[in-house]
């Protein structure tokens, strides 16, 4: 079936940069793109990237831009997001999602917590 | 761009049915077709349950249908049962810097 896989669990401390990966199966990887959303403990969903898997091309929600980069590597089927500068804020669970560019976020992948603390 | 407006909570009993709003702007939920819903349970990943308003992927149950007026889009559950006790959140394309947007989420709870 459909999935994906993300790396595990992080801790940094503030400053420091993560980079999490999120590895597709069983579906044709170009043809879709991947979303990234994240979800601090306690509080609701919040999207922050995208990225056309077929050419490239990103999205980010404006809040990230300049702090997240969003890679793709096609011969492995993994997508990576790699954050900058972090502060205890950005302590949340990190989700990988199918995304096929209009919102419709279809599977998910497990999570990954980052955890930021001196 | 604000996240897309929920009710913090919503409870019925089995059986009945119970309906979740999602207030949006002209800019998302007003404008396009590209609203989803998805069901969280504590600690486990969200589960996309309604796409582009209404269709309902493969494996969902029928007890789930999705609406949308003006800027307002609407979940209901027919027939609660306990399984659907969880967080559910709504999200919408948006034309703002943001691309995509949230809803604030609801608590559904099965008296």
């Known amino acids: 079936q459909v999935q994906l896989v993300q790396s595990g669990a992080e801790v940094k401390k503030p400053g420091a940069s993560v980079k999490v990966s999120c590895k597709a199966s069983s579906y044709t990887f170009t ?4 979303s990234w959303i994240r979800q601090a403990p306690g509080q609701g969903l919040e999207w922050m990237g995208w990225i056309s898997v077929y050419t490239g091309n990103t999205d980010y929600a404006q809040q990230f831009q300049g702090r997240v ?3 793709t590597d096609t011969s492995t089927s993994t997508t990576y997001m790699e954050m900058r500068s972090l502060t205890s804020n950005d302590t949340a669970v990190y989700y990988c999602a199918r995304d096929p560019g209009k919102g419709r976020f279809a599977p998910w992948g497990q ?3 980052v955890t930021v603390s001196s | 761009q604000s996240a897309l407006t929920q009710p913090a909570s ?4 089995p059986g009945q049915s119970i309906t979740i709003s999602c207030t949006g702007t002209s800019s998302d939920i007003g404008t396009y077709n590209y609203v989803s819903w998805y069901q969280q349970h504590p600690g486990k990943a969200p589960k996309l349950m309604i796409y582009d308003v ?10 789930f249908s999705g609406s949308k ?13 306990a399984e659907d006790e969880a967080d559910y959140y709504c999200s919408s394309y948006t034309t703002s810097s943001t ?7 609801t608590k559904v709870t099965v008296l």
Do not use: M
């Open chain 1, 111 to 113: 999570g990954t917590l």
């Open chain 2, 99 to 105: 691309f995509r947007v949230f809803g604030t989420g």
């Open chain 1, 31 to 34: 043809n879709y793109g991947i």
């Open chain 2, 69 to 81: 007026s003006g800027n307002t889009a609407s979940l209901t559950i027919s027939g609660l049962q």
């Open chain 1, 69 to 71: 980069t969003l890679t």
């Open chain 2, 54 to 63: 209404s269709n309902r992927p493969s494996g969902v149950s029928n007890r």
């Open chain 2, 10 to 13: 919503v409870s019925g009993s």
